[in-house]
């Protein structure tokens, strides 16, 4: 849902009192912000006199000799007028007239910039007050020319090489025909061509058909991140139509567990957090609504485009038929959920980073781009220079995504509720502003009392901001473009670069943003395009891997030069040629992949295909993986009948803007929980340890590939863990509570649950022998028959459970 939010005043001065919070709290006038580039004026006498007589004295006698008329330098910068001053030198614009704070020559005389002026010795404290002034002055100079802003046309042409344009990533998806094979009888799918064509092309077979205990197994992991249950393996086993293994995935993707498995996958992208981590790790509250929504687009097959859209300005679109009130409000979350430096000094760089960190997530997650490279300098390989990067960022710039930009600041909400609700989160948040600039820039010698009121009143305000059902959610702010910022420096501004995406996809023909909007939506809207060589590409690359463990192509947040290319490209394309057909619908995709041959092959090594192709890049078999970490604890969780199923809902609820100490962050209550591992909180800086052990990726950047380390940590915690002990001996309590049962039903038992297959007669013995050595081993002790018998059966369950059949995927 749309809504126009009432008006919020974000700009005060600095409150060192009471009385002035009250007032700011009561009137909250509104102030126009000036313009980012405050431009000479023509000067008055009282100015020309102070120019004369104090400017011009110190420019001639302390810079001229290095920058003067009739001198060159390597930084190509002349002081001897307002338009060589204003136009720069190598490193941009010597002053910002009106702003001496980011006036490159004030920086540099003060020796706090990128260079220090004079090098060997500092001015006088005088004369760079004298300086300082007269760029606060607005930079009077007699007689000089009126500056303008820099020309919108400034941003000319760019003239890509034919190999920049040529490459196979920015070219249009076009659908192959199905090559001829020789094995015909072998493609159930029209994609097994593709692979099929590939091996033979090698000399190579496919590997034979997973057995059905296998296979349900397979899929069941891949679209639930569970095991299935002995009732599921037996519904299977027993059902010997030609669709049953259609009948099973259809089955799995129609149930809500579907959507937190695959929900997480997309969380590792977006690099979803419920704290922001660097300096001050403030918690996220709200961050589960954003989560919840994704889970949800998941489990209801929201068309893949819809889905990108919402997320960059759900906000500016009118609602889906059947979406949740605010569904496309909270999407935008994904703009919000970014680690942030909120203790930064400096607002406008404080903004640019968050800016980077969007712009950084959206060319890794949609596009397979590395697009904040361009930050600071040209892409060194890929067809992106700086003058794209932004204007892409001054889209971001447009968008609000933080009360305000200073030391202690806090993100934007949106209320979800009427417009009366809206109204009072607007004046909260307003309220929290005013007192956080208060006790963060009051001064409080000898009125230590008055910071305390101030602190009491914050406490109260946020107690009542808390009670507001609102989500992180990005809004509309005032449109601008931006100036090139040499070496990703804000100080030091080159040419202006419009709003705009892309010229390498987009062309240079493309319609110019509107000076109303911040062109989110257009953004949106451009890069979701069914021709898109893009979008599609980079979705289908996931879900492969989803189920293959490695994307035919392998860098998955990365499709440019530095990349590696598609294994099978025709298959890419036919398959992203499909998902658009198909209406953007990620679970027709599932289907399609998983009812091929190539999906249901075995594992089975062939010693002459690893020779050939060493790493499986034709795909001659299925691969081996091992589970993830969330999947090892929800399936323990699962096999040992303690996992809890509700779904949704708040992680950190009582901590509302609190800065999660170290203490905080290894509190083990806040994941003592049964419930599934998506709804525990991710926490940044401080991971849970189950999560850190299996190679949880890092939740402050995009991680479309989770590594897969084996280490001894691993071995550590499947053996003595908590989560491992519990586990085993609820599941040892499992079999034991069946009366009736002698240890062999409780072997088959186990291994029905646990491995989902019978154990052989071998491994029965085994274990009969084992259970009879490790009771005896008790009997010297002062322990009960019952404790003996569950400590017995414990030490089973937990061979059980840390072994590699459960822990892998066939």
Same mark, same amino acid.
């Given at each position: ?12 001065? &600095? ?45 001639? #006698?302390?810079?001229?000799? %290095? ?94 090489? #034919? ?188 903004? !640019? ?110 107690? #009542?901001?808390?009670?507001i059902p609102k989500a992180m959610a990005a809004e509309e702010d005032r449109p601008e473009d931006l100036q090139v910022f040499l070496r990703g420096n ?34 949106? #809207? ?69 009812? $091929? ?8 090594h062939q010693a002459r295909a690893a020779v050939i192709n060493t790493q499986n890049r034709l795909l001659w078999r299925m691969n081996r993986r091992r !589970? ?21 809902? &708040? ?9 999660? $100490? ?47 380390t084996t280490v001894a940590p691993q071995a550590l915690f499947m053996m003595n863990g908590d989560l491992m002990s519990g586990s085993s001996k609820q ?65 089973? %369950? ?13």
């Amino acid at each position: 849902m749309t809504l126009i939010r009432p008006h919020r005043n974000r700009c005060y001065r &600095p409150v060192l009192g009471l009385a002035a919070v009250a007032c700011a709290l009561v009137s909250q006038p509104a102030k126009v912000r000036a313009d980012e580039e405050r431009l000479a004026t023509k000067p008055n006498a009282a100015a020309v006199k102070f120019f004369e007589t104090r400017v011009r004295p110190v420019l001639v #006698e302390r810079c001229y000799n %290095c920058h003067g008329p009739d001198t060159e330098n390597e930084a190509g910068l002349r002081l001897d007028s307002l338009a060589e001053m204003l136009k720069g030198g190598r490193s941009g614009p010597a002053i910002k007239p009106g702003n001496p704070k980011q006036s490159l020559l004030i920086l540099s005389v003060n020796h706090n910039g990128p260079v220090q002026m004079p090098p060997k010795t500092k001015l006088p404290q005088l004369e760079i007050a004298v300086l300082t002034k007269w760029v606060k002055m607005g930079a009077p100079w007699p007689n000089a020319k009126q500056p303008s802003r820099p020309n919108a046309t400034s941003r000319g042409p760019v003239q890509f090489s #034919e190999d920049q344009k040529s490459f196979w990533a920015f070219q249009p998806v076009v659908e192959p025909p199905l090559p001829r094979v020789r094995q015909a009888d072998w493609p159930r799918s029209p994609l097994d061509h593709f692979v099929l064509v590939a091996l033979e092309a090698k000399g190579l077979t496919p590997a034979p058909s997973a057995g059905k205990r296998t296979l349900i197994r397979r899929a069941t992991i891949d679209l639930h991140g569970l095991p299935p249950t002995p009732k599921e393996i037996e519904a299977f086993l027993s059902d010997d139509f030609p669709d049953a293994f259609a009948t099973v995935v259809d089955r799995l993707l129609a149930s809500p567990r579907y959507g937190e498995r695959w929900g997480r996958h997309w969380l590792d992208v977006v690099r979803y957090a419920d704290s922001n981590g660097m300096d001050d790790n403030m918690a996220y509250v709200d961050a589960w609504r954003y989560r919840d929504y994704v889970i949800s687009a998941f489990n209801k097959d929201k068309p893949y485009n819809r889905f990108v859209q919402e997320q960059l300005a759900g906000d500016l679109f009118p609602p889906a038929d059947g979406d949740a009130p605010y569904e496309g409000l909270i999407a935008t979350g994904f703009l919000m959920i970014g680690p942030k430096m909120l203790a930064e000094d400096d607002p406008v760089k404080q903004q !640019m980073d968050i800016v980077d960190d969007q712009i950084d997530t959206v060319g890794r997650a949609f596009l397979g781009l590395t697009l904040g490279c361009g930050r600071c300098h040209d892409h060194k390989f890929d067809p992106f220079p700086t003058a794209d990067y932004y204007a892409l960022a001054g889209i971001f710039k447009s968008t609000l995504v933080m009360m305000s930009y200073r030391v202690d600041s806090k993100w934007n909400s949106r209320a979800l509720g009427d417009a009366g609700l809206e109204r009072r989160l607007s004046d909260l948040e307003q309220q929290v502003d005013a007192l956080d600039r208060a006790i963060v820039l009051g001064n409080f010698v000898n009125r230590e009392g008055e910071r305390k009121k101030l602190q009491e009143r914050l406490s109260a305000v946020t107690k #009542e901001y808390a009670t507001i059902p609102k989500a992180m959610a990005a809004e509309e702010d005032r449109p601008e473009d931006l100036q090139v910022f040499l070496r990703g420096n804000h100080l030091t501004r080159g040419e202006l670069a419009p709003r705009g995406f892309p010229r390498i996809l987009a062309g240079e023909k493309r319609p110019a943003l509107g000076k109303k909007e911040s062109g989110r939506r257009q953004l949106a #809207e451009w890069m979701t395009r069914p021709d898109h060589p893009l979008i599609g590409r980079v979705m289908v690359n996931r879900i492969w891997k989803g189920h293959f463990g490695h994307g035919i192509v392998r860098t998955l947040d990365n499709f440019g030069r530095l990349g590696q290319r598609p294994d099978n490209q025709p298959l890419l394309d036919w398959l992203s040629s499909q998902f658009v057909k198909r209406g953007w619908s990620i679970k027709s995709l599932h289907r399609l992949i998983m009812r $091929s041959s190539t999906y249901q092959m075995s594992t089975r090594h062939q010693a002459r295909a690893a020779v050939i192709n060493t790493q499986n890049r034709l795909l001659w078999r299925m691969n081996r993986r091992r !589970m993830e970490a969330e999947v090892i604890r929800d399936s323990l969780l699962a096999v040992s009948g303690q996992i809890d199923f509700r779904m949704g809902g &708040p992680v950190l609820n009582d901590k509302t803007f609190v800065i999660l $100490s170290a203490a905080a962050l290894k509190d083990a209550a806040l994941y003592r929980s049964d419930r599934r591992s998506v709804y525990l909180p991710v926490l940044r800086s401080g991971l849970y340890d189950v999560f850190q052990a299996f190679d949880f990726p890092d939740p402050a950047v995009v991680s479309g590939q989770r590594s897969s380390t084996t280490v001894a940590p691993q071995a550590l915690f499947m053996m003595n863990g908590d989560l491992m002990s519990g586990s085993s001996k609820q599941l040892a309590a499992r079999l034991l509570t069946r009366t009736g049962w002698d240890d062999e039903q409780r072997v088959r038992a186990g291994y029905d649950i646990v491995y989902g297959r019978p154990p052989t007669q071998l491994e029965i013995g085994d274990w009969l022998s084992f259970v009879a050595q490790y009771t005896a081993a008790l009997d010297g002790r002062d322990v009960d028959p019952a404790t003996q018998r569950l400590q017995t059966w414990q030490a089973v %369950c937990r061979v059980l459970l840390s072994s590699n059949e459960f822990i892998y995927v066939e």
